[in-house]
């Protein structure tokens, strides 16, 4: 892919994104969105967050894969879920999938 064509979609991406915020607004005025609305907005992108890390860690390419990098984003997982700071969660599966990948676990 050459240059240019990784710059033009770049560009597309941001006038897309442009336009998609600019809808809402647009779309509503001045009203407010219902309340089972906004919950399900609220929560919509948390579940879209939570899918995007699951995707990437269980998945090499186009079939699934659990290998050390899996067990890294487990153990930062963890680690956050047991409220310790991110920069300890991040350092700690630095170390786990770099300990597995050195023991010869893919």
């Not at 710059?7 to 991406?13: D, E, S, T």
């Not at 509503?28 to 907005?41: E, K, Y």
Request: net charge positive; proline share 5%; glycine share 10%.
């Amino acid at each position: 892919m050459s240059a240019a064509t990784v710059w033009a979609l770049v560009v597309l991406c941001a006038l897309g994104t442009a336009l998609i915020r600019g809808v809402g607004p647009a779309a509503t005025g001045d009203r407010a969105l219902p309340a089972p609305v906004v919950r399900v907005v609220v929560l919509l992108s948390a579940a879209l967050l939570a899918a995007l890390v699951v995707t990437t860690a269980l998945a090499d390419g186009d079939r699934p894969a659990v290998g050390a990098d899996t067990a890294g984003v487990a153990v930062a997982g963890l680690l956050l879920w047991r409220r310790a700071p991110v920069l300890v969660a991040v350092l700690a599966a630095v170390v786990v999938t770099a300990g597995l990948r050195a023991a010869g676990v893919a």
